[in-house]
């Protein structure tokens, strides 16, 4: 039974009259498996959301990574009802933002300060600006393939961009510690900065965890070299280890930059830095209409104590590693190979020796028909809402879809899949 | 009686231990009169709001103007909650996204579609984009002293930049239509966009409404040579008219930003623009963790139906005109001349004959510790809460404050004020 998906055709009709491609960024129909997911979100409570025509959905996405604890969490719910029943935007900042930044020095072991934006994006910018302004060098080095945000000097995107939008931004190999040294070689006393996650994460690929002793020598060289060492820790941070990603790996970068799992899907980003990048941080101006506003900073502020409380964290690690096994496992019962990578609190499923995502589109459109929303082409993410017996209705469903997947004989194309992979630059 | 400021002395002292400068951005004591201002806002409602330490004021600023409504409108707060009962940020936009833009659509003259964001910023920054994608030039012009946002291209700030970043900005002076035509003269070809906004309204200076006919010299140039026209109505959009700012001044751009007065307060911007410019639109990619959040389009379909509803619009031109004339009145017993300059709705007040704005920090600082929160560097925003027994109030507290200030005699100085005007560019 295919699934329906009425309500948000029409939807979406009706949004390619009035907004660019109907839906765009993220969450764009073009990035998952066409035809074969919904479109437009309803409601949504703990680990499940139904979409506009009803259907409902075991999520493994968490609205792409926010949603840390679940959807509509009550703690942070009633955090956040708290202060907005007193403010949210205001002409001054609330004490939450004192509160919020004092928590965060606390929790990142290397972090003097703290400062707070909208979007990922807002942090990852700022911070290659405070390393300029740092060092007075130009170059920023990054990973081929990483996703930094959405600004000029790393959006995947193509369009709109000018030579000199990325005239000083070179791209070096993941885990390839001979490629890093090459850049730093090549721009030696030019380089203000270097900017990576810390496990690599592309779209339409395998996550790839970082080699031992990798991102150690990036620390080093950096060290060596006074060029700034910038983690880019939105999409993983406070997912894998309360004190940032770096611990996680075994690692030290010189700022990180949170997002995602901070608030439990209120809006706010931060920046965190060592000391001796103060002065240059008070120097590099930052500000936004929304940047104050008190009721996501209150909505951190829980998450970040529901976290440590309920030792999510841990539990998120175990979900996963259930998830993966038992996803391993059903796959086998099929004869099929599958890895998952990354780490376990944030997944991603592929089938071995298949590099055109033929069988990951196959797989999730099973899947989500079934009632599990996962994706193809993007890791996905498990919340602490995540339970055991919903690991095991996942496996069940993921069971039925490998079943499918196995009855199709392997595509012989070498390419990617047609309409998905043009939309994003991997670089 | 000074004002009593202990609570957010100590809540400043704190941060500035864990966040560079202690508050950054548009917030920063460094803006207004050091030491003669809250830090910390604890509550706010309608057209009041109280600090950390319990000193009440009627607002003059809302919160640099978002607030349009009031603090806390019900109406607006009713909407956002039955969204938030539902959920907000999810794996796909609600339907009130497409509602919203619908919305926009209509409310606009010249619009054909809408897309969304976070900060002001991310559209003017993709606004140019979509300019330089469409015409395959690389020229942006834009107004000297003009403020689009933070981005590198555009903040008035000056740390982190490098030359790079504005190798193809160029400045002209506003309501100098020969400073434009020379600026495209001389860059002819190569201009992709031209970026205004619908009144000129500085830091540390008065306001300036277009002269007759510079905007539609701008914007039939534009048309003649190929330019985007993109107006920045973030500032004053929606606090001048329903159907943006240019309706107000009666001229036409190809693309407009919102943001601060759409939703209220809750985190938003849109990008608004003309049918030929929808497919260079889609191919500059926009993406954001909180961009398709359901919450705050909720909120602005709300703000914008109370707006209409309940002709909030004309109100507050109504309230500028009294709280203008009054001022004027007030000032001119006291012996002192002063200009309201700006939109009625975003009025800002400077003495005559004085560019070093020690009078209006003295005016800010006496009106402050009365009770009437105002800006003595920034234009003030009125909001629909502002009633006209409120008004009285703050032009008695105006009367008290002018006669402080009509006590001490003028400065020799001709120069800024110390510590002030060296914060950010002026261009």
Request: aromatic share 10%; with cysteine; charged share 20%.
């Amino acid at each position: 039974m295919p699934l329906h998906l009425a309500h948000s055709r029409q939807l979406f009709e009706r949004a390619r009259q009035v907004i660019p491609g109907g839906i765009y960024g993220h969450a764009t129909p073009a990035l998952v498996v066409p035809g074969a997911s919904p479109c437009y979100a309803h409601q949504a409570e703990g680990a499940r959301y139904w979409d506009v025509d009803g259907n409902e959905f075991i999520d493994l996405m968490c609205a792409y990574g926010p949603v840390v604890l679940g959807y509509r969490h009550p703690g942070v719910e009633a955090a956040a009802q708290r202060q907005a029943a007193l403010g949210d935007c205001l002409n001054h900042p609330a004490a939450v933002m004192v509160e919020l930044a004092e928590r965060l020095v606390s929790l990142v072991d290397f972090a003097a300060w703290a400062v707070f934006g909208k979007n990922g994006s807002d942090m990852t910018t700022w911070c290659i600006q405070v390393a300029r302004e740092h060092t007075r060098r130009k170059k920023i080095l990054c990973v081929e393939g990483a996703y930094h945000g959405v600004d000029a000097w790393c959006t995947p995107g193509h369009g709109g961009l000018i030579e000199e939008d990325r005239a000083h931004v070179h791209r070096f190999r993941w885990n390839d510690e001979a490629s890093f040294d090459a850049a730093v070689t090549r721009y030696a006393d030019e380089v203000a900065a270097v900017v990576v996650t810390p496990y690599h994460h592309p779209l339409f690929a395998p996550s790839e965890m970082p080699a031992p002793g990798y991102l150690a020598h990036i620390q080093a060289r950096c060290a060596r070299h006074g060029i700034v060492f910038i983690l880019d820790d939105i999409r993983a941070g406070f997912r894998l280890h309360m004190g940032g990603s770096h611990r996680y790996f075994g690692f030290e970068p010189d700022m990180s930059c949170f997002s995602k799992a901070m608030a439990n899907g209120y809006p706010i980003a931060a920046a965190v830095g060592k000391p001796h990048l103060r002065r240059a941080s008070e120097r590099v101006f930052l500000t936004g209409s929304y940047w104050n506003s008190a009721v996501p900073m209150a909505a951190a502020l829980e998450t970040l104590a529901t976290l440590e409380r309920e030792g999510a964290i841990a539990g998120m690690e175990r979900t996963g590693r259930a998830l993966a096994a038992g996803l391993r496992e059903q796959a086998g019962r099929h004869g099929l190979e599958v890895e998952v990578s990354g780490p376990p609190a944030c997944p991603f499923l592929t089938f071995r020796d298949e590099r055109n995502l033929y069988r990951n589109q196959h797989f999730a459109a099973e899947c989500v028909r079934r009632g599990v929303f996962l994706h193809p082409h993007h890791n996905w993410f498990i919340s602490a809402a995540l339970t055991a017996s919903d690991v095991e209705r996942i496996l069940d469903i993921a069971g039925a879809a490998f079943e499918c997947v196995a009855r199709v004989p392997r595509s012989g194309s070498a390419g990617p899949a047609p309409g998905v992979m043009g939309t994003l630059s991997q670089e």
